[in-house]
C-alpha cells in the first residue's frame, strides 16, 4: 500500500478537524459547558494522531500525542484549565497546523513544535504522560506501575461481560478435577501485548476456571512489552483445544500444555479475583452501562447529518462550470440558429434541450454553493487573537453562516473579510478603559453577518467603536485635491470614495486618528473584480458598519444587453432594479441636468454613450433606460436599446486592476460576439 | 458471496485506508458510519459479517456500539481499530464483545490477520 495517495485526504481532513478543534478551543474559552468542547478537542486531536501515524508523519504523530494525553488529563479534571494553559492550546493548534501543512514521513518534531510541547508542559505543571513512548521497554516499568496504581484505585464496578460469569462455575475454583497448566510465549512483534494477553486469558476462562498466572492477570494486562507466562487453570478440555484457543487470540508465537488430573493444591485468590476484576480505569464516552441505545440516540440527535457525501476535488467542480458556461454559450448561438432556420422539428429538440441545459446548469451551479459558515468559522479566531494582541475586549457574532455562495466567491471573498475585521477591532473598536469612559460597555461588539438580497449576498462587517472621523478625512480630502476646497460635509459615498483612495487610505496619520482606511482601497478593489460593491455608514462615537454586496455565483451571471450605436455591453442584474422605454416626459431637465422622475422620486440621468466615451451618434428615435442601484443611490442609465436578457459567462478581465472601474469582467455573447461586462455599481 | 463489512470511523481517511486494504482483499464493504450511533443503526439495517470499530468517535464511542451491537446480535464479529496507548480501552471492547483488534497505523497483513481470526 502506497500512503502517499492518501496524503491529499489527510491534509483536507487535518485541516477540517483543526477548524472544528479552534472552534471548540474558543467554546471552551468562552466557559460554555466544559465537557463537551474538552471532548471535542480531544476527539480531534486523537484523529489527526492516529491519521498522522497511518501516514509515518512522525512529528506531527508524536506532538498531537503529547497533546492528547495533557487534553486527556484536563478531560479527567486532573489538569484545571488556566488562561495560559489556553494561550497555550492555541499555540498548539496552531503549531499542530503548521506541522500538518509541512509534514514529511519520518519527519522530527520542528523546533517550534518542540516549543510549543515545552510551553504547555510548563503551564501544565510537568509532563504529560508520554504513553505513544510506551513501547519502549526502558519506559515500561513506570507505567505498568502507574497502571496498577490507578487499578486500585478504581470503585466497585459492574460484573465482567463474559469473563468468570460465563466460566463454568462461579462460586470460585473447584476443589477438584482435572486443570492444565499452559506456558504462552507471544510474538515478539505483538502490539498491544496486555490486550492480547487479556484475550488469550479470556479464551481460556471460556473452557475453564482460572486458579493462578504468573505474572498475575491484571500485570500482563498492563503489560507493554510481549510477555511469557503461565496460566493454571481447572479445566477439562483437551490439549489440542486449550493451545487452539490460545492460539485464537493472536500474536502466540508458543503454547505448551501440560494436563493434570490432581487438585490444585495451592490456590492463589488475589490473582483470582484480580483476574476477574475489569479494567474501568477510563472511559471514552460518558454514555452509562445501563444506557440502552435509545436513550444515547436522543441525547445526540441535533449533530446526526442524514445525507450522504461525496468528496470531489474542486478542480473538478471548477472543470464543470467552465463546460457549461461554454456550453451556455453554445446553447445561445443554436438558439440563433435555431429561429433563423424556423424548423418546427428543430425548435422542439432546442427547446427540450435548453431546459435540459438550464436544469444542468442550476444543478452545477447548486453544487458548487457552500455554507459561508465554512469561511467565516476561521474567524473567530482571528479576532480573538488580534484583539488579545491590542489589549482589546471583543464579543463578535456572526449571523447566517447557514447563507450559501459559489465556491470561488467565497474562496475571494475572505481575504477582504479579514481586511474589515482587522480595520475594526484595530481602528473602530476603542480600547477597554476608553470604552468605560464614554459609557459604553467595556467589551466592544462586532458582528459579522451574511444575508441573501435578491441574487446577491450581503456580507456586512459592523462594530460600534467610535466611527470614521469624518472631519480628519475631509481635512486630507481636501489637502489631496479629491474633493473641492468648498466641501463642508463628506457623505457616507463620498467618504468611501475618499477612504478607498490608495494615497489617503495609507496614509498613516489619517490612519491613526480617522480610525479605518487601512486596506480599503484593497478590499474595494477586489470586491469589484467579484462583480460587488462595497457601501460604508459610519456615525462618530456609534460605530461603523461596512457592507459587501456579491453576487451569488462569479461564473454566470444573468445580464441585460444594451445596445450603444454599434457597441454592446452587458449590465449584469445584481444592481439593475427595472428597465422601462424613454417617454418624452419621463426625462426633465433640472438646474440645467437631466433627470429622471419615477413616480416619486427624482433620479440623476446617465448617458451609458458618454459614460463609454463613444462619439455621440445620432440621436435615436427611441431610447431605453436601465434603473440602476446599489444601496440606497438610484439612477437612470440610458442606453440606445436594450436587446434583451442573457446568461453571461464572466471572464476575468485585466483592465480591471489597472484603475479601469468602469468594467468588471467581458464576455462572449451567444451569437459569438465578444461584450464587456459595465460594473454598474462603479457608476453610481 | 464476498463477505460484507460495515466500517467505522469518524475520520474519512482511516475509512478509506481501512476499505481499500479489505476490498483489496475481496470483501465487499457494505457501508461506513461516523459515529457510534449511525454504527449501530448501520448494524441493525445491514447485518454485516465483519465490522471495523473505531474506539474514538463522537456521539456515542466504539466500545459503547461494540456493547449496544452485540446486544442486539450476539455472534456480531466486531474488529476494533486502536491506537497505540489505548490498551486499556481496547481491554474494556473486548470485555464489551469485540473479537478482535488492530492497532494504528495499520499494516493490511495485520489487518486481514485479524479478519481471518475474527471470522474463523
Do not use: W
Not at chain 1, 499555540?91 to 519520518?106: F, K, S, T
Not at chain 1, 445501563?290 to 474542486?314: K, Q
Not at chain 1, 486630507?476 to 485635491?481: D, F, M, P, V
Amino acid at each position: 500500500m502506497d500512503p502517499s495517495r492518501y496524503a491529499d485526504l489527510f491534509r483536507t481532513e487535518s485541516r477540517e478537524q483543526l477548524s472544528a478543534l479552534n472552534r471548540a478551543l474558543l467554546a471552551l474559552e468562552q466557559g460554555e459547558a466544559m465537557r463537551e468542547p474538552v471532548d471535542a478537542i480531544f476527539r480531534g486531536v486523537h484523529t489527526i494522531k492516529g491519521m498522522s501515524a497511518t501516514m509515518g508523519y512522525t512529528a506531527v504523530a508524536e506532538f498531537s500525542h503529547e497533546l492528547e494525553s495533557l487534553l486527556d488529563k484536563v478531560r479527567t479534571g486532573e489538569q484545571g484549565l488556566t488562561a495560559e494553559l489556553m494561550d497555550a492550546l492555541f499555540a498548539a493548534a496552531d503549531a499542530l497546523e503548521d506541522g500538518i501543512e509541512a509534514a514529511r514521513e519520518d519527519d522530527a518534531l520542528s523546533p517550534a513544535m518542540k516549543r510549543v510541547l515545552e510551553r504547555l508542559h510548563d503551564v501544565a505543571g510537568g509532563r504529560a504522560t508520554a504513553e505513544f513512548r510506551v513501547a519502549r521497554p526502558s519506559e515500561a516499568f513506570r507505567v505498568t506501575s502507574e497502571f496498577s496504581a490507578a487499578l486500585g484505585v478504581v470503585d466497585a464496578t459492574p460484573a465482567p461481560v463474559g469473563a468468570a460469569a460465563s466460566g463454568p462455575t462461579a462460586s470460585g475454583p473447584t476443589a477438584s478435577g482435572p486443570t492444565a497448566k499452559l506456558r504462552v510465549v507471544q510474538s515478539a512483534s505483538t502490539l498491544l501485548p496486555g490486550v492480547r494477553a487479556f484475550m488469550i486469558v479470556q479464551r481460556l476462562r471460556e473452557l475453564g476456571e482460572i486458579i493462578a498466572s504468573t505474572p498475575s492477570v491484571d500485570v500482563l494486562q498492563a503489560a507493554t512489552t510481549p510477555q511469557r507466562f503461565e496460566v493454571h487453570l481447572s479445566t477439562s478440555a483437551g490439549a489440542a483445544e486449550l493451545e487452539r484457543a490460545v492460539r485464537s487470540a493472536g500474536d502466540v508465537d508458543e503454547v505448551t500444555v501440560a494436563l493434570s488430573a490432581i487438585a490444585p493444591t495451592a490456590i492463589a485468590p488475589a490473582a483470582v479475583a484480580a483476574a476477574a476484576r475489569p479494567d474501568f480505569r477510563r472511559r471514552v464516552t460518558d454514555v452509562d452501562e445501563g444506557d440502552d441505545l435509545t436513550s444515547t440516540s436522543e441525547r445526540a440527535t441535533p449533530v446526526a447529518a442524514r445525507t450522504r457525501h461525496v468528496r470531489i476535488e474542486l478542480s473538478r467542480l471548477d472543470a464543470l462550470l467552465d463546460l457549461i458556461g461554454e456550453l451556455v454559450i453554445v446553447r445561445g448561438r443554436l438558439g440563433a440558429i435555431t429561429r433563423a432556420l424556423a424548423l418546427p422539428a428543430l425548435q422542439e429538440a432546442m427547446t427540450d434541450a435548453t431546459r435540459l441545459i438550464g436544469d444542468l446548469q442550476t444543478e452545477i451551479m447548486t453544487s458548487r454553493l457552500v455554507p459561508v459558515g465554512q469561511v467565516f468559522d476561521r474567524f473567530p479566531r482571528l479576532v480573538r487573537d488580534v484583539a488579545r494582541q491590542l489589549g482589546k475586549d471583543v464579543l463578535l457574532s456572526i449571523e447566517g453562516k447557514e447563507i450559501e455562495l459559489d465556491r470561488s466567491v467565497l474562496d475571494e471573498i475572505a481575504e477582504p473579510v479579514v481586511h474589515l475585521l482587522r480595520n475594526a477591532v484595530d481602528h473602530g473598536l476603542e480600547l477597554p478603559e476608553v470604552r468605560e469612559a464614554t459609557g459604553k460597555p467595556r467589551a466592544g461588539r462586532l458582528t459579522l453577518s451574511a444575508q441573501r438580497d435578491r441574487s446577491s449576498v450581503l456580507v456586512t462587517v459592523r462594530d460600534d467603536g467610535k466611527g470614521i472621523d469624518r472631519a480628519r478625512v475631509l481635512t486630507r480630502a481636501i489637502e489631496l485635491g479629491m474633493v473641492a476646497p468648498s466641501t463642508v460635509q463628506l457623505d457616507d459615498e463620498t467618504l468611501l470614495r475618499c477612504i478607498a483612495q490608495p494615497g489617503l487610505s495609507t496614509a498613516e496619520q489619517v490612519t491613526d486618528v480617522s480610525g479605518r482606511g487601512v486596506g480599503i482601497d484593497a478590499v474595494q478593489s477586489r470586491v469589484r473584480t467579484m462583480g460587488g460593491s462595497l457601501e460604508v455608514s459610519t456615525e462618530s462615537g456609534v460605530g461603523t458598519t461596512v457592507t459587501i454586496r456579491l453576487p451569488v455565483t462569479l461564473a454566470i451571471v444573468r445580464a441585460l444587453l444594451a445596445r450603444v450605436g454599434n457597441e454592446r455591453y452587458a449590465l449584469p442584474l445584481t444592481h439593475v432594479r427595472e428597465t422601462m422605454e424613454r417617454m418624452p416626459a419621463t426625462i426633465r431637465q433640472v438646474q440645467g441636468r437631466d433627470v429622471l422622475v419615477l413616480r416619486d422620486e427624482v433620479l440623476p440621468v446617465l448617458r451609458l454613450r458618454d459614460v463609454v466615451r463613444l462619439p455621440p451618434g445620432q440621436e435615436p428615435v427611441m431610447e431605453e433606460i436601465v434603473v440602476i442601484e446599489r444601496g440606497d443611490r438610484r439612477a437612470g442609465l440610458v442606453v440606445d436599446e436594450l436587446t434583451g436578457q442573457e446568461d453571461i459567462v464572466v471572464k476575468s478581465y485585466d483592465a480591471v486592476r489597472d484603475g479601469m472601474a468602469l468594467f468588471s469582467g467581458a464576455t462572449i455573447l451567444s451569437d459569438g460576439a465578444p461584450a464587456l461586462i459595465v460594473d454598474v455599481a462603479s457608476l453610481l | 458471496m464476498a463477505p460484507t463489512v460495515l466500517i467505522c470511523d469518524d475520520a474519512i481517511f482511516m475509512r478509506t485506508m481501512v476499505g481499500d486494504i479489505l476490498t483489496q482483499a475481496g470483501f465487499e464493504i457494505v457501508g461506513e458510519a461516523e459515529t457510534g450511533v449511525q454504527a449501530v443503526e448501520k448494524y441493525r439495517l445491514l447485518r454485516p459479517d465483519l465490522v471495523t470499530m473505531d474506539i474514538v468517535m463522537p456521539d456515542m464511542g466504539g466500545i459503547d456500539a461494540v456493547r449496544a451491537i452485540t446486544k442486539l446480535d450476539p455472534n456480531a464479529k466486531v474488529l476494533m481499530c486502536s491506537a497505540m496507548g489505548q490498551q486499556s480501552l481496547v481491554v474494556e471492547a473486548i470485555q464489551a464483545g469485540a473479537k478482535d483488534f488492530v492497532v494504528k497505523p495499520f499494516q493490511p497483513s495485520r489487518v486481514l490477520e485479524a479478519v481471518q481470526r475474527v471470522l474463523g
